[in-house]
Every structure is written in structure tokens, then in C-alpha cells.
């Protein structure tokens, strides 16, 4: 072995002991430490201070340099076992609450409260035998005063969110008013505090959010939010009046400003909305319902009166505006159905648009249906258009009304018509008599022409007959008897036979008898057989059984036997055969009336 080998074992050796001899010391340091720990411990658990106690008996139990006491250790941190745990838990429990404050995690730091509440329950218990120790540990960490500033903190940010979010509009995010309901009362120094600051952070929020909205146009928008919003407070045990004041403030200012515009329409689809609104809400009542209540019905009787007063358009655009309100449609109905009675053509043009249609009239309720209307046009063609009790409307026509025609009148003929067949009269004018007359019945497969005949006037009878004072008989186109070329028949029957009424015969107002009886019969009107002898025009002299009559009309008279209707008013002289070299006869003078 070398000098310089030997040198470095000794070096070796040396430092091998004096590693022993250091860690020796440590040792008995730490017996001497372990051994003082305990007689601390000692003395502040005879002193009955167990919170010090308990930490120098752990000191003390954690020392492993010596096995000293172990039992009489064991023992007293049996004991105090409670406040180990106590120290454990809300050491634990500060720990969290500073990581949620550093990481602004609200949910953790409620957590942490909500578990610092449970712990105290636990450890103050009246069952626990060291629950008076339970306060001086919780202030040995300051968890309290660190989680009154964590709240505080938390109370600021949010309502600096409200603030941002009232900035930009934001209607949806309402999660900074339930983290602030959720901050305990203690946290804003008790209930009363807390919802008196809350309700005056969250009305000053809402209120300027709900006017905003309005404000915008977003009507629906507010009131759903509104209900939502009240719905959320509810569910939170949170009184929140100003919701609904706000609200119907709004809504009365928005109908107020509907009314004056008179904009019904906008008025009834508000009203619309905040039903539905209140209806929602639970709500069975508000001044505002009445108002709407009231003003919807200022509408409709305003209506109902410019129905009277024949403003069909002006009620009937009310009832269409407030429809959206509530139905209206019957009343739309009756005001288009007093429109469609009081100006029928509109009915004519609704079955067909394109004629100008002249001489209408119309009626309600007749004829099976719910409105009528009837016309002609230029052309002549008469018009016949019902609305059907369904509402639905059919139209007829004809063509059989002579063109040339001037129509004075069209309408109804109350006579010939029935509870479920109108007849239409057309009246127009006569180059031969008074009137130009046309009927035409109205059936489900068109009109059908009844009669047609130039007259002076008729009469229908109680068998629905027509008694038609001097018709014009004969003639092109013209229906009825004939007595003699360019005759006239004062009193003509027509009956009715099948689709159309013919001429029968004239009325009887005159007696029959023969010609030598004439002188027995002055001033009546009679009916007699005669031949003449002599014609002419005006003027004829007739003979019977040696016996001579005059005869005197508008008639051009010709020889021939002729059955005379006139009447015998006077008598004149004359001479037969014009021979005047003769006796004057004295012969009856017959005024005609009528041939046959």
C-alpha cells in the first residue's frame, strides 16, 4: 500500500465518522425536541387549551427519532380526534376557496361555502363533545373574512356583466341575477339588505332592457321576456312587481299610440299579444285589459253605427282591423250583406264583373237565399243574381228582351213570385201603347219568359191570371186574340198554360143581346149581331130584320155580317139608300168599341 493510498482511507475514515457523529447529534436533537414536545403538549392540555394541544401532540407523534409515550400520544389525539378533524376540514376548505377565487370559478366558491355551512353543523353540534372549539379554528384560517372578500369580488363582477350586457343588448344571458341571488344574505348583511339592493340592481336592469326592447319594435319580444322573467323570479321565491308594471306601462303607451294613429289593426294585434301575455302569467285581470276592453268596444260600435249610415267600406275595414283581436266575421258578414241590399249591383258583379249594369234593385232574405239583385244592361238583357244562404252566389240571364226597347223600369212582380221563384217585370216603351211589358221566372236552370205584351196596364188576379187593359193583339212578335186587323181589345184575359201565359179571350163587361132589342138597352154596354149593308170608314149602316142600325168608331167598317161591342147612347134621322124623296128614318146610333 502506498503513502498516498494510506492518506486517503484515513481522509475516508475521518469523514465516516464524523458523518455518525453529526447524524448522532440530529438524533438526539430530535429525541430532545420529541421529549419537549410532549411535556408542551402536556401542559396545554392540562391547561385545557386541546387546539394547541393537539398540534404538539402531532408534532410529536410524526417525531419517529425515539419511541417515547407513544401510548400516553396515541391516547390524547384519540381524544382530541375532533379538532384534528376540524383543522383537516377547513384547512382543506380554505385551500379551495382560494384556487376558486384565483380562477373566478363562482359554482367552486359555492361549493366551498355550501360545505363550510355542513361542516359547521357537523363540528357545533350539540352532540359533539368539542364543538366551542369549532370558532377559534375556523379564525385561525380567515376562511370566513377570505370568503366575504371572494363574494364581494364576485358581487362586483356581476354587476359589471349587467352593465356590459345592458350595453349591448344582450336579452338572454340572465346568469349574473342567479349568482347574485345565490351569494348568501350574510355576504350583503343580511335578507333584508340583500333584496333590497337586488331589487333595485335587477328593476334598474329589467325596466331599461324591456324599454329598449319596446322601444325597437320587439313588442313580443317584451312581453316573452317579461313572462319568462317573471316565471325565472318565481321559481327564485323573488318578488319582482316591477316586471309586470313595466310591462303594462309599455303596453299602454304602445295602444295608446296605436288609438291615436288610429291604427286599429296594430291596436288588435297588441291586444292580441298582451292577452296572450296575461294569460301566461295566470292573469285574470289588469287596467290594461280594460283599457283594450274598452276601446275595442268604441271600435265596433263606431262600426256598427257606419253600418247604419251606409258606410259599408269605412265598417267594414274596422271589423277586418279588429279581427285580429278577436273574430269578427259575422259582423264582417252582415255589414257586406247590408252593403250588398242597400247597393245591389255589387252582388250582380260578383257573379259576373263585365256588363254595365243599369235599372238594379235588390232586397234580403227573399227567395230562399240571404240577398237578391236584379238589372238589365245595354243590350237588354235582364239579370237575376242571388246570394245563396251558404254564401255562395248564382247568376241568370236572358236574352229574350227585344233590343230595341227602351227599358224604363226592372223589378220584382210581387204577384207572380213566390217564397221560392221571383218573377222580374220589365217595363219599357210602346209605340202603340203605354207600356211594353215582359215577365221572366226565375229557375234553377235559367229564366224563363212568363209573357210579353204592349198594353196599357194589367192587373193580376186572384187565380194568377192576367187581366190587361188594351193589349195590342196581332201583330209580329206579339202574343194574345186578334179581332180584326189593327184591332184593339180594351180588357184581354191571359192564362197562364205551362212556361207561359197566352191570351184566352176579353173580359165580359157588356150584355148580350139581339140587335131589334138595342132601343130597350140606352147607355149599356152590349153585344149584338148585325149585317152591314153599307161600310165605310168611321161610319156604317147596318140592317136586321128590316130594322137599321148605325154604326159609329174608329173602325173601317165592311159589308158583311159582324158582331158589334158598343153602346147605344142616341138615335138620328136618316134616309135609306140616301133616297130623300122618302120618309127619314129614325135609327139608333151604336158608338163601337170592338169588333169581333
Given at each position: 500500500?502506498?503513502?498516498?493510498?494510506?492518506?486517503?482511507?484515513?481522509?475516508?475514515?475521518?469523514?465516516?465518522?464524523?458523518?455518525?457523529?453529526?447524524?448522532?447529534?440530529?438524533?438526539?436533537?430530535?429525541?430532545?425536541?420529541?421529549?419537549?414536545?410532549?411535556?408542551?403538549?402536556?401542559?396545554?392540555?392540562?391547561?385545557?387549551?386541546?387546539?394547541?394541544?393537539?398540534?404538539?401532540?402531532?408534532?410529536?407523534?410524526?417525531?419517529?427519532?425515539?419511541?417515547?409515550?407513544?401510548?400516553?400520544?396515541?391516547?390524547?389525539?384519540?381524544?382530541?380526534?375532533?379538532?384534528?378533524?376540524?383543522?383537516?376540514?377547513?384547512?382543506?376548505?380554505?385551500?379551495?376557496?382560494?384556487?376558486?377565487?384565483?380562477?373566478?370559478?363562482?359554482?367552486?366558491?359555492?361549493?366551498?361555502?355550501?360545505?363550510?355551512?355542513?361542516?359547521?353543523?357537523?363540528?357545533?353540534?350539540?352532540?359533539?363533545?368539542?364543538?366551542?372549539?369549532?370558532?377559534?379554528?375556523?379564525?385561525?384560517?380567515?376562511?370566513?373574512?377570505?370568503?366575504?372578500?371572494?363574494?364581494?369580488?364576485?358581487?362586483?363582477?356581476?354587476?359589471?356583466?349587467?352593465?356590459?350586457?345592458?350595453?349591448?343588448?344582450?336579452?338572454?344571458?340572465?346568469?349574473?341575477?342567479?349568482?347574485?341571488?345565490?351569494?348568501?344574505?350574510?355576504?350583503?348583511?343580511?335578507?333584508?339588505?340583500?333584496?333590497k339592493q337586488l331589487s333595485g340592481k335587477f328593476q334598474s336592469y329589467d325596466e331599461a332592457l324591456m324599454a329598449r326592447m319596446a322601444g325597437a319594435g320587439?313588442?313580443?319580444?317584451?312581453?316573452?321576456?317579461?313572462?319568462?322573467?317573471?316565471?325565472?323570479?318565481?321559481?327564485?321565491?323573488?318578488?319582482?312587481?316591477?316586471?309586470?308594471?313595466?310591462?303594462?306601462?309599455?303596453?299602454?303607451?304602445?295602444?295608446?299610440?296605436?288609438?291615436?294613429?288610429?291604427?286599429?289593426?296594430?291596436?288588435?294585434?297588441?291586444?292580441?299579444?298582451?292577452?296572450?301575455?296575461?294569460?301566461?302569467?295566470?292573469?285574470?285581470?289588469?287596467?290594461?285589459?280594460?283599457?283594450?276592453?274598452?276601446?275595442?268596444?268604441?271600435?265596433?260600435?263606431?262600426?256598427?253605427?257606419?253600418?247604419?249610415?251606409?258606410?259599408?267600406?269605412?265598417?267594414?275595414?274596422?271589423?277586418?282591423?279588429?279581427?285580429?283581436?278577436?273574430?269578427?266575421?259575422?259582423?264582417?258578414?252582415?255589414?257586406?250583406?247590408?252593403?250588398?241590399?242597400?247597393?245591389?249591383?255589387?252582388?250582380?258583379?260578383?257573379?259576373?264583373?263585365?256588363?254595365?249594369?243599369?235599372?238594379?234593385?235588390?232586397?234580403?232574405?227573399?227567395?230562399?237565399?240571404?240577398?237578391?239583385?236584379?238589372?238589365?244592361?245595354?243590350?237588354?238583357?235582364?239579370?237575376?243574381?242571388?246570394?245563396?244562404?251558404?254564401?255562395?252566389?248564382?247568376?241568370?240571364?236572358?236574352?229574350?228582351?227585344?233590343?230595341?226597347?227602351?227599358?224604363?223600369?226592372?223589378?220584382?212582380?210581387?204577384?207572380?213570385?213566390?217564397?221560392?221563384?221571383?218573377?222580374?217585370?220589365?217595363?219599357?216603351?210602346?209605340?202603340?201603347?203605354?207600356?211594353?211589358?215582359?215577365?221572366?221566372?226565375?229557375?234553377?236552370?235559367?229564366?224563363v219568359q212568363l209573357f210579353q205584351f204592349s198594353a196599357d196596364g194589367y192587373s193580376v188576379q186572384s187565380d194568377k191570371s192576367l187581366l190587361v187593359t188594351?193589349?195590342?193583339?196581332?201583330?209580329?212578335?206579339?202574343?194574345?186574340?186578334?179581332?180584326?186587323?189593327?184591332?184593339?181589345?180594351?180588357?184581354?184575359?191571359?192564362?197562364?198554360?205551362?212556361?207561359?201565359?197566352?191570351?184566352?179571350?176579353?173580359?165580359?163587361?157588356?150584355?148580350?143581346?139581339?140587335?131589334?132589342?138595342?132601343?130597350?138597352?140606352?147607355?149599356?154596354?152590349?153585344?149584338?149581331?148585325?149585317?152591314?149593308?153599307?161600310?165605310?170608314?168611321?161610319?156604317?149602316?147596318?140592317?136586321?130584320?128590316?130594322?137599321?142600325?148605325?154604326?159609329?168608331?174608329?173602325?173601317?167598317f165592311t159589308e158583311g155580317s159582324v158582331t158589334v161591342i158598343g153602346t147605344y147612347n142616341e138615335s138620328e134621322e136618316m134616309y135609306p139608300d140616301g133616297?130623300?124623296?122618302?120618309?127619314?128614318?129614325?135609327?139608333?146610333?151604336?158608338?163601337?168599341?170592338?169588333?169581333?
Open positions: 500500500m502506498t503513502m498516498k493510498n494510506a492518506l486517503t482511507l484515513r481522509n475516508l475514515y475521518i469523514l465516516l465518522c464524523a458523518a455518525a457523529l453529526v447524524l448522532i447529534g440530529v438524533k438526539g436533537y430530535d429525541m430532545n425536541r420529541k421529549i419537549d414536545w410532549v411535556a408542551t403538549a402536556g401542559q396545554y392540555y392540562d391547561r385545557k387549551d386541546l387546539i394547541n394541544a393537539e398540534e404538539w401532540y402531532q408534532k410529536a407523534a410524526a417525531n419517529r427519532s425515539i419511541r417515547y409515550k407513544e401510548d400516553l400520544i396515541a391516547s390524547r389525539l384519540k381524544k382530541l380526534e375532533p379538532i384534528t378533524s376540524m383543522r383537516q376540514s377547513l384547512s382543506r376548505l380554505d385551500q379551495r376557496a382560494e384556487t376558486a377565487a384565483r380562477n373566478r370559478d363562482f359554482d367552486g366558491l359555492m361549493n366551498v361555502y355550501a360545505d363550510l355551512v355542513a361542516a359547521k353543523k357537523e363540528y357545533m353540534a350539540a352532540s359533539q363533545p368539542l364543538a366551542a372549539y369549532y370558532p377559534k379554528i375556523s379564525a385561525m384560517y380567515g376562511i370566513s373574512e377570505d370568503l366575504t372578500k371572494d363574494f364581494k369580488q364576485f358581487q362586483s363582477l356581476f354587476y359589471q356583466q349587467a352593465k356590459d350586457q345592458l350595453a349591448q343588448g344582450n336579452v338572454n344571458d340572465n346568469a349574473f341575477k342567479w349568482n347574485l341571488l345565490a351569494i348568501p344574505a350574510e355576504f350583503y348583511g343580511g335578507a333584508e339588505a340583500k333584496s320587439q313588442y313580443q319580444n317584451m312581453l316573452d321576456w317579461s313572462l319568462s322573467m317573471m316565471a325565472e323570479y318565481k321559481s327564485r321565491s323573488f318578488k319582482a312587481n316591477w316586471v309586470k308594471e313595466k310591462a303594462d306601462s309599455l303596453t299602454r303607451t304602445l295602444l295608446t299610440k296605436d288609438v291615436q294613429g288610429e291604427q286599429a289593426a296594430n291596436f288588435a294585434a297588441h291586444a292580441k299579444m298582451y292577452t296572450a301575455y296575461m294569460a301566461g302569467a295566470g292573469m285574470k285581470q289588469s287596467a290594461v285589459q280594460d283599457y283594450i276592453t274598452r276601446q275595442i268596444g268604441t271600435w265596433l260600435k263606431g262600426a256598427d253605427r257606419k253600418v247604419k249610415n251606409h258606410k259599408y267600406e269605412e265598417a267594414i275595414a274596422i271589423y277586418q282591423a279588429l279581427s285580429g283581436y278577436e273574430d269578427t266575421e259575422d259582423k264582417i258578414k252582415a255589414a257586406q250583406l247590408a252593403w250588398t241590399v242597400h247597393d245591389p249591383v255589387r252582388l250582380l258583379q260578383s257573379a259576373d264583373p263585365s256588363p254595365s249594369y243599369d235599372f238594379v234593385s235588390g232586397g234580403a232574405d227573399r227567395f230562399g237565399g240571404k240577398a237578391y239583385a236584379i238589372g238589365a244592361d245595354g243590350s237588354n238583357t235582364v239579370y237575376f243574381t242571388q246570394m245563396n244562404s251558404d254564401e255562395t252566389v248564382q247568376g241568370y240571364s236572358s236574352h229574350d228582351f227585344p233590343q230595341g226597347a227602351a227599358i224604363r223600369k226592372v223589378s220584382i212582380e210581387p204577384s207572380l213570385s213566390t217564397g221560392s221563384t221571383p218573377v222580374i217585370l220589365v217595363e219599357a216603351d210602346s209605340t202603340t201603347r203605354k207600356a211594353l211589358y215582359a215577365a221572366y221566372e226565375v229557375r234553377e236552370n235559367g229564366m188594351n193589349p195590342e193583339i196581332g201583330g209580329d212578335s206579339m202574343t194574345g186574340g186578334m179581332d180584326a186587323a189593327g184591332g184593339t181589345a180594351p180588357e184581354a184575359i191571359y192564362e197562364r198554360r205551362g212556361d207561359a201565359y197566352e191570351f184566352t179571350g176579353f173580359q165580359q163587361d157588356f150584355t148580350d143581346i139581339v140587335a131589334t132589342d138595342l132601343p130597350s138597352h140606352p147607355g149599356e154596354k152590349v153585344r149584338f149581331t148585325i149585317y152591314i149593308v153599307q161600310g165605310g170608314q168611321g161610319e156604317a149602316l147596318a140592317e136586321m130584320e128590316g130594322s137599321y142600325i148605325k154604326l159609329r168608331g174608329n173602325f173601317q133616297d130623300q124623296t122618302v120618309e127619314p128614318v129614325n135609327v139608333p146610333v151604336v158608338d163601337v168599341e170592338r169588333l169581333e
